[in-house]
């Protein structure tokens, strides 16, 4: 079969990595479709190149670039292309160019982004079928689409619960099969890192500066005298700011916390979420995405005791990887009000049906509010944090796939029983 993949950015390797590697190794026709674009803003350094093309495994895809809708189309066409794969995060003319083309156009999730049905409609009702985690997230998504409905929907006679049924499949989460490439010996043996030595990974907070209130001058320093409309706006805030900045204090409880338990503190960070000195200040180690396939978080979490996030999906990852977490949770009316969505759908105890949320699932994920996070490094140990084996196995029944490294040849056999019947 030919297989095109869609990469619109460096991140896509992270769950089409896995695929592309299973599509070489049964004998698929792979072509990598690159887009051409100018690297502006803050994440620039995501525009795929053909020198960023990771290894794979089972063989070399032929690469080849695009600038344009009519470019892609074309390329489509004479590679005689049956599917193109992507995330969730192209654009609504790629679908046309691969229609008109003659090719299906197959989603997969890069996260959990199909929440955001504002700019996912399209997507979703214009693509051709989508290979989707679990079933409970798909019973999550028919719920979330057929209640607050939008602009775009399914064809006329079709309902889109009837819709939605057929587009969303559940395979499992590509990305997950990454953990079977990784050796966490020699991850340890290339960072200097002892065998024995416990480590504690920490994902920086997302800094969206100008947009929320409380992350803007309660998490994060203001900027005087920018900020101080913002201050006598929300005069509340005002003795929280004047405490200093709370994720300045976060991470140094964790810093001392790691102090107390003889833990290695790593610090994971992105050029898009705007790097806080204190970060590489506290961190015994300081990194960015190094990789996207093997991907660099997955390595560190292959060698982490615990982990430590806010408000990231990577605790999933980190439940499948055998690793329990901590997810820090803003608990406060101005706060990443773009997470309303989440807290409604998705990581809420109890949402449809789940007797617990993604974020807060005991013995898997530990939820605490970031208020509260300070406290919380200074009296507690890494051991008041267990991973409890079934609970994991219940976790990833609802929010990961099978606990198994065959999430993406599900995917692939998903894609050829749709085209070849």
Known sequence: MN???????????????????RALAVGDQVKLFLVEEKAVGRKAYQ????????????????????????????????????????LDGYHGEDIGSAHRAGAKMVMLPQSFDLLSIDYKRQLVFGSDFAATPTPYLNDLYVRLYTEVGGAYGPP??????EYLREFLNPTGWSKLDQFGLVDPVEVRQRLGI????????????????????????????????RDIRKVLRYP???????????????????????????????????????PDPVESEVADLYTDDLSYYPHT??????????????????????????????????????????YSEYDRWFWRAGAYGAPHGAFEFPGVCYAVT??????????????????????????????????????????????HSKIEG
Request: proline letters at 8%.
């Open 297 to 338: 978080t997955t390595e560190l979490l292959a060698i982490a005791d615990l982990f430590v996030s806010f408000m990231s999906t990577t605790c999933m990852e980190a439940a499948f990887g055998h690793v329990p977490s901590i997810t820090l949770i803003p608990d406060h009316p101005l706060s990443l009000t773009r």
């Open 236 to 274: 509340g805030l005002l003795p929280q700011v004047l405490k200093g900045p709370l994720y300045h204090r976060i991470l140094r409880a964790l810093r001392e916390f790691c102090d107390r338990e003889d833990a290695l503190l790593i610090v994971k960070y992105r050029l898009k979420d705007i």
């Open 47 to 86: 525009v795929p190149t053909v020198e960023s093309v990771p290894g794979f495994r089972h063989g070399v895809p032929e690469i080849t670039t695009f600038r344009t809708a009519a470019d892609l189309e074309a390329g489509l066409r004479e590679r005689s292309v049956q599917a193109l794969i992507c």
């Open 194 to 225: 002892p065998p024995e030595k416990r480590v504690v990974l920490v994902t920086g907070h997302v800094h969206a500066p100008n947009l929320f209130p409380w992350d803007d001058i309660v998490m994060r320093a203001p900027h005087w005298p």
């Open 370 to 415: 970031a208020e509260h996070a300070v406290e919380t490094f200074r009296n507690s140990r890494i051991a008041d944090f267990p991973l409890d084996p079934a609970q994991r196995l219940r976790y990833l029944e609802h929010w990961c796939g099978p606990d198994d490294f065959n999430h993406s040849a599900r995917v692939l056999d998903l894609i």
């Open 156 to 161: 006329e006679g079709v309902s889109e619960m």
């Open 3 to 21: 297989l095109g993949f869609l990469i619109r950015r460096s991140t896509f390797y992270r769950p089409l990595g896995p695929v592309i590697d």
